[in-house]
């Protein structure tokens, strides 16, 4: 079983002690961070502690869990960390940066707006965004990358069958002639609630589930 320390929400009420971040961060955030008492991974136990849990794939093999180990007050990031030490900091559902993969990346950062900011919101496809990588071998390269909206689907986590906003992301990095189609599913708050990525050629194509999401009941 999994067992991780979920962090505390004392912080998350989404006021004021947090940096910058639009409210479709926010409730990436909020969504994931509800306990911090340390827990081992079950569906009963997950749902009472309403607990961070992402499903993971890499490479094609067999799907693991890692449960939510930290968040980055200053910049939103969500470090989700497996039981052998895989490592995957996200921000609302992107991948930032990786530990313990095949090949790993230091980092990725948007040059140019950044449409998980803001759930999606407004984007046209003929906006290109940039972002800058730094892999782990040191090299640092630019990406640039376009969104399209592809549908909705429905998508099945802990919780149940959700209807989500398909965005395919056409990323291209022009110094390794790499083009690869990126997938997202976004619900209405614009929470990544599931993707499938591949930043750069030799990094394994990642597979995320967002297990533990379920929909926040509004009055």
Not at 87 to 99: D, F, K, Q, S, V
Request: glycine share 8%; charged share 20%; with cysteine.
């Amino acid at each position: 079983m999994l067992r991780f320390a979920a962090v505390t929400v004392s912080c998350l009420m989404l006021g004021g002690c947090l940096s910058t971040g639009t409210q479709s961060v926010a409730n990436s955030v909020s969504q994931l961070v509800r306990s911090n008492i340390e827990i081992d991974y079950d569906d009963t136990k997950m749902r009472a502690a309403g607990a961070g849990v992402l499903q993971a794939q890499f490479g094609g093999r067999g799907s693991v869990y890692m449960g939510l180990h930290s968040l980055n007050l200053q910049t939103y990031d969500l470090l989700f960390v497996s039981n052998d030490g895989v490592g995957l900091e996200m921000y609302n559902g992107h991948i930032r940066a990786t530990t313990k993969l095949v090949a790993d990346i230091r980092s990725v950062t948007p040059l140019s707006g950044d449409p998980f900011f803001d759930g999606f919101l407004e984007l046209h496809p003929a906006k290109t965004y940039f972002w800058k990588i730094q892999s782990a071998s040191g090299y640092g390269l630019v990406a640039h990358a376009r969104y399209r909206f592809s549908g909705t689907e429905q998508i099945k986590t802990a919780y149940g069958s959700w209807d989500l906003a398909h965005w395919v992301e056409s990323w291209s990095v022009e110094e390794l002639d790499y083009q690869v189609d990126n997938h997202y599913w976004v619900d209405k708050q614009g929470i990544v609630v599931k993707s499938i990525q591949q930043p750069l050629p030799d990094h394994e194509r990642m597979d995320l589930l967002l297990y533990s999401y379920k929909p926040v009941v509004t009055q």
